[in-house]
């Protein structure tokens, strides 16, 4: 009953306006007459922290998270503070405590329905979009809640978090026992952002199918299959006569088969398009490919026409495109598939209209996507679409035969006579972060004639003393030291897209320009944006990138910084596959880099959306 209401309460909302993707959640907004200046209710935030002890830089983040009104929202419930990104539960009830005295109580329904949240929030940010109901109870009681019941009878009440049931699975090859009791369905428990997401996503998907017919009469189809080789006729054949397919392959070839695909259907006639992941990405592979007067290459983003909207909630993006304003596109594909999380795949699908063909494409053994959900490969677990599988052409050159290796589960060594490919080893991570940092400021550009800004460094982890983090903060005292003037960030600054904006998709760079109480200027591929002062949160430092925020943008020069955090074999074959001209391997993991191409996939998911399809 629960979701049925929700998605009631969704259907309604849709109906009203353009298609919302809420990246990152936060309160509904109030009423226009109450919701304080941004610079006001900052100011007011900032005086509760003081007041209660919180440390002052934790303002903006919760600011950007909770809204202009987030200091009202806290003194009305203080646990809502879990919201914001990195809050751990005894800071949130020390805070609770500073506000409240001695009426902050560990039974309080607010906490309860406040960690609920909080640990499915830690749940979807490892992928997952729904976590049993035992393993929140067995948590709770972990945190002294005294009834974990109640407490998860508190958040179902807010609407926020949904009870769902998960049938038990049956081996088609067993016989039944006709006297066995027949197990007992799971309760399952998901924020209902991302439930609502994944029934909005499967929906699409089944309308496509549904909907879908030949885009081409059959001669015109075999006329374009003619000559191709099998897997490409395949691709080609699926892409033109159902509605959802998926194509996989190498980096590189399988743009180029999207891009093929396209142009093939854009000469007879079909409306077509080809959406990447980011701007620089659209923008790189519409010059490789030549696509002159032949299909649109465009990020997804721009594709959904993100805008400015006052009225949507802190953090959500809001898009042009959606149910009520569907795509005038016969034919869409899609690269880097297998980025796209479950809310972002939903907005995909409400904005593509009936009769419209989906191409979803990806790398063989990508990683999943940052956000939580597996869209791509529960599709293809739900046997409801075409999969076409690229055969793999002979590795081109010493990067491509070591990210072949890599997918096949294999660490060798490469030939690379033009310095294609290079391993500078470092016996600490102190040594790791002074090597990238000569690479990128001397080697690359003295060597090879790649300019900086044409070197990409990709960080295994975000964290560590070899991570993302650490490897920017040593850059920007390299190469742009400054205080920190713009929401830490100085003009000069190479910045990343780490949280969806309406200017840039995420893994988007830029460089800053300038800033004030304005907002911060940055100089996107796609142009110079101003940022709010709330959104310039949402960026990093982006000399050095994660593999979830570098994938899908490949450039001429990538540095992969292999420390022993945050290894698999799909993050290690996706940080190698970026480079176009040349990798260096900062070797800092030691022999754990082995094991992990060797041994560890992605980590399994808990998500429903194969079985939504397949009802």
């Not at 691709?235 to 509605?243: I, N, P, S």
């Not at 000399?543 to 540095?559: D, E, K, N, Q, S």
Request: charge should be negative.
């Amino acid at each position: 009953m629960r979701a049925a209401e929700a998605a009631g309460a969704r259907a309604a909302a849709e109906a009203a306006g353009p298609a919302r993707a809420a990246r990152e959640p936060g309160p509904a907004p109030r009423p226009a007459a109450e919701v304080p200046a941004a610079g006001e209710g900052l100011a007011a935030l900032t005086a509760l922290f003081g007041e209660t002890g919180v440390p002052a830089p934790l303002a903006s983040r919760a600011a950007a998270r909770l809204g202009p009104g987030a200091a009202a929202v806290l003194r009305g419930d203080p646990w809502r503070l879990l919201a914001v990104p990195g809050v751990l539960p005894r800071q949130a009830d020390h805070f609770a405590r500073r506000l409240l005295g001695q009426d902050a109580r560990p039974d309080d329904p607010r906490r309860g329905r406040a960690l609920v949240a909080h640990l499915l929030t830690e749940a979807a940010r490892e992928g997952h979009t729904v976590t049993p109901a035992a393993d929140v109870v067995t948590a709770l009681e972990r945190l002294q809640v005294p009834d974990p019941r109640a407490a998860v009878e508190a958040a179902l009440d807010e609407a926020d978090v949904l009870a769902l049931t998960e049938e038990p699975a049956f081996d088609a090859g067993e016989d039944p026992d006709e006297d066995a009791a027949l197990p007992e369905p799971e309760e399952i428990l998901g924020l209902a952002r991302w439930a609502l997401a994944e029934e909005a996503a499967a929906e699409g998907f089944q309308r496509l199918t549904l909907t879908a017919v030949p885009l081409l009469e059959d001669d015109d189809v075999r006329e374009l299959r003619s000559g191709l080789p099998e897997d490409r006729s395949l691709a080609l054949t699926a892409a033109l006569r159902t509605g959802v397919s998926v194509v996989r392959g190498a980096p590189g070839d399988i743009e180029r088969t999207a891009l093929a695909i396209a142009s093939a259907a854009a000469g007879r006639g079909v409306r077509a398009a080809v959406a990447v992941p980011t701007d620089r990405a659209a923008a790189d592979l519409a010059a490789d490919g030549g696509a002159g007067d032949g299909p649109r290459v465009t990020s997804l983003h721009r594709l959904l026409e993100p805008r400015d909207d006052p009225s949507a909630a802190p953090g959500a993006v809001v898009f042009g495109r959606g149910e009520q304003r569907p795509f005038e596109l016969d034919l869409v594909l899609v690269t880097d598939a297998d980025g796209l999380d479950v809310e972002l795949c939903a907005v995909l699908a409400e904005a593509c209209a009936d009769g419209t063909h989906l191409v979803l494409c990806a790398h063989t053994g990508a990683p999943p996507p940052a956000g939580p959900g597996s869209p791509l490969k529960d599709l293809e677990a739900s046997e409801t679409v075409p999969v076409v599988a690229l055969d793999a052409a002979p590795p081109d050159g010493p990067l491509g035969a070591l990210t072949a290796a890599v997918r096949g589960g294999e660490l060798t060594p490469v030939e690379a006579p033009g310095r294609e490919v290079v391993i500078v080893p470092a016996a600490d991570a102190g040594e790791a972060v002074h090597r990238t940092v000569q690479l990128l400021t001397d080697s690359i550009p003295r060597a090879l004639g790649i300019p900086p800004e044409g070197v990409q460094i990709v960080a295994s982890s975000p964290g560590g003393e070899a991570g993302a983090t650490a490897l920017n903060a040593a850059l920007k005292a390299r190469l742009n030291p400054g205080p920190g003037k713009f929401a830490g960030m100085d003009p000069g600054d190479r910045v990343v897209v780490a949280a969806p904006l309406p200017h840039a998709a995420v893994g988007e760079t830029g460089v800053v320009l300038g800033g004030g109480a304005h907002g911060l200027d940055v100089e996107f591929a796609g142009g110079m944006a101003t940022l709010a002062p709330a959104d310039a949160s949402r960026l990093r430092h982006g000399w050095a990138v994660t593999v979830g925020l570098g994938r899908g943008t490949p450039r001429p020069a990538v540095i992969a910084v292999m420390s022993p955090e945050g290894l698999s074999r799909p993050a290690v074959a996706a940080a190698f596959g970026l480079a176009r001209r040349h990798l260096s391997i900062v070797q800092a993991a030691g022999p754990a880099l082995a094991r992990a191409v060797r041994d560890t996939a992605a980590p399994e998911r808990r998500t429903r959306l194969a079985r939504l399809v397949m009802q």
